[in-house]
């Protein structure tokens, strides 16, 4: 589980070090949002 982990946290350190804190909540939300969407509409069907 640390490899796994280790390489994305050192990611998401150096990306909010580029980009407001505000703009990384907004854009996960919107992912967020759509695969909630997409969860919904396959099981639907």
């Known amino acids: ?3 796994a982990n280790a390489p ?7 990306i909010t070090k580029k980009l407001p804190i505000r703009w990384i909540h907004r854009v996960c939300a919107v992912i967020f949002l759509v695969l909630g969407i997409a969860a919904l509409v396959t099981t639907m069907d």
Do not use: T
């Not at 994305?8 to 150096?14: A, E, H, L, N």
């Open 1 to 3: 589980m640390m490899l």
């Open 8 to 14: 994305v946290v050192r990611f998401g350190d150096k």
